[in-house]
T-cell receptor
Framework: DVKVTQSSRYLVKRTGEKVFLECVQD?????MFWYRQDPGLGLRLIYF???????EKGDIPEGYSVSREKKERFSLILESASTNQTSMYLC??????????????????FGDGTRLSIL | AQTVTQSQPEMSVQEAETVTLSCTYD???????LFWYKQPPSRQMILVIR????KQQNATENRFSVNFQKAAKSFSLKISDSQLGDAAMYFC?????????WGAGTKLIIKP
């Protein structure tokens, strides 16, 4: 089974801090994703990566950056945490199948999520 | 922009009965995938079922089946013989090749 591991289940940080959320997958998947989940809004894509050192902005990239130095690891960085970034963060991975810029036709495998509180 | 709408924020069903969760989507793609994901209270999101838009036959996975109406852009999930373990948030998602577009979710409550 695919395992996606997020480094923390719960995290409390202060405004202005630089926050790192780590995600590791063990299935050699090409694609990795960071989502933010808020009640009534579903999942919103922050960033995704389709290869090492490659990244694409999602719908809400402002205030976030990402890093993918190794295929199995995808990090989300909050450059200067703010209270409106308090949320649940989900990491996911998926295999690449098809041709061209196709990143979302395969099932995504999720981590347990990180509940981040910014005080 | 593509959208996915789940009009039922919450649904409840008696154990062992059947329930249908609604989903409508808006896409300009001719070929795409549709997904239902389940997020139990333990929070890990898992895939329930996937449908390819060009396939006429509705996808089925054990007690879970979909009613896919391409012209109407409707993709409902039917859960038969509901079990306590089915209690979860259910999310519908549409694939745009580039990324998934997610609905807001439906909370399913199972009454014993």
């Amino acid at each position: 089974d695919v395992k996606v591991t997020q480094s923390s289940r719960y995290l409390v940080k202060r405004t202005g801090e630089k926050v790192f959320l780590e995600c590791v997958q063990d299935m050699d998947h090409e694609n990795m994703f960071w989502y933010r989940q808020d009640p009534g809004l579903g999942l919103r894509l922050i960033y995704f990566s389709y290869d090492v050192k490659m990244k694409e902005k999602g719908d809400i990239p402002e205030g976030y950056s990402v890093s993918r130095e190794k295929k199995e690891r995808f990090s989300l960085i909050l450059e200067s945490a703010s209270t409106n970034q308090t949320s649940m963060y989900l990491c996911a991975s998926s295999a690449y199948y098809g041709q061209g810029r196709i990143y979302s036709n395969q099932p995504q495998h999720f981590g347990d999520g990180t509940r981040l509180s910014i005080l | 922009a593509q959208t996915v709408t789940q009009s039922q924020p919450e649904m409840s069903v008696q154990e062992a009965e059947t329930v249908t969760l609604s989903c409508t989507y808006d896409t300009s793609e001719s070929d795409y995938y549709l997904f239902w994901y389940k997020q139990p209270p333990s929070r890990q999101m898992i895939l329930v079922i996937r449908q390819e838009a060009y396939k006429q036959q509705n996808a089925t996975e054990n007690r879970f089946s979909v009613n896919f109406q391409k012209a109407a852009k409707s993709f409902s999930l039917k859960i038969s013989d509901s079990q306590l373990g089915d209690a979860a948030m259910y999310f519908c998602a549409s694939d745009s090749n580039y990324q998934l577009i997610w609905g807001a979710g439906t909370k399913l409550i199972i009454k014993p």
